[in-house]
C-alpha cells in the first residue's frame, strides 16, 4: 500500500505564479484533508473534503481552491502564490465516521510538499 | 486562538530516562486526542490517541494521560530511545466535527545517549 502520495515534493513559485499540489490515497478512505505547517507552527487546516463531490473551508483557506471528483484525489490548487504561502503542505486521509471502522479518527499523512514563493 | 498548545518547543532526556511532553488545550468541546510523531522531511505519522472517556490509555513504552478537568494530556515514553528523537505534536478533535484535528506547536525531543 502507497498510503497517501503528494506530488511534487518541492517548488519554487514566483509571485502571480499559479500551480496544483497533487494527492492521492489508495485506503478507500472517505475523508481527506489539506494542512500547511509554517516553521515553529503546527498545522492549520486549509482545506477538507468527506466524499467526492463535498469539500469545505477549513481555517486558512484564502487564496487556495479544492475538487474532489474522485474516492482517490484531492488537489489542491495555489492561484496567484504570494510570499505569506511559503510553506510545507501536508496532505492527509481518514475513514469516514459512515464506513464502520474503528479508529476513523486518525488520519493518515502523506509526506509533504515544500513550496517557496520568490 | 491557539486551541491546543503546547508551552515546551524542545526537551532533552538521557536514553533509558522517561520523557514527558505536555498539552494543553482550551476548547471543552474537544473529545479525541492524539499524538503523532514527525521526523524532518517526513510527514506526522500516528502514534497513540484517547478518548475523553478514558484517562489512561498504554501502547508498548508510550502512555497517554488525560486530566479532562485540567484541560491536559500529557505523553510518557519510558525508556526513551535515540530513535524517538522527533517533533512530538499533539493534536483534537471533537464529535461531528469530520474527524478535523487542531494541532498543538510541537515539542522537539532529543535523546541523548
Known amino acids: 500500500n502507497a498510503g497517501v502520495t503528494q506530488t511534487p515534493k518541492f517548488r519554487i513559485l514566483k509571485i502571480g505564479q499559479s500551480m496544483t499540489l497533487q494527492c492521492t490515497q489508495d485506503m478507500n478512505h472517505n475523508y481527506m484533508y489539506w494542512y500547511r505547517q509554517d516553521p515553529g507552527m503546527g498545522l492549520k487546516l486549509i482545506y477538507y473534503?468527506?466524499?467526492?463531490?463535498?469539500?469545505d473551508k477549513g481555517e486558512v483557506p484564502n487564496g487556495y481552491n479544492v475538487s474532489r471528483s474522485t474516492t482517490e484525489d484531492f488537489p489542491l490548487r495555489l492561484e496567484l502564490a504570494a510570499p505569506s504561502q511559503t510553506s510545507v503542505y501536508f496532505c492527509?486521509?481518514?475513514?469516514?465516521?459512515?464506513?464502520?471502522?474503528?479508529?476513523?479518527?486518525?488520519?493518515?499523512f502523506g509526506a509533504g510538499s515544500r513550496l517557496t514563493v520568490l | 486562538d491557539q486551541q491546543v498548545k503546547q508551552n515546551s518547543p524542545s526537551l532533552s532526556v538521557q536514553e533509558g530516562r522517561i520523557s514527558i511532553l505536555n498539552c494543553d488545550y482550551t476548547n471543552s468541546m474537544f473529545d479525541y486526542f492524539l499524538w503523532y510523531k514527525k521526523y524532518p522531511a517526513e510527514g506526522p505519522t500516528f502514534l497513540i490517541s484517547i478518548s475523553s472517556i478514558k484517562d489512561k490509555n498504554e501502547d508498548g513504552r508510550f502512555t497517554v494521560f488525560l486530566n479532562k478537568s485540567a484541560k491536559h494530556l500529557s505523553l510518557h515514553i519510558v525508556p526513551s530511545q535515540p530513535g524517538d528523537s522527533a517533533v512530538y505534536f499533539c493534536a483534537a478533535s471533537k464529535t461531528g466535527g469530520g474527524n478535523k484535528l487542531t494541532f498543538g506547536t510541537g515539542t522537539q525531543l532529543k535523546v541523548e545517549l
Open positions: 473534503s468527506v466524499g467526492a463531490g463535498i469539500t
Open positions: 492527509a486521509s481518514s475513514y469516514g465516521l459512515g464506513q464502520g471502522v474503528s479508529g476513523a479518527n486518525v488520519l493518515t
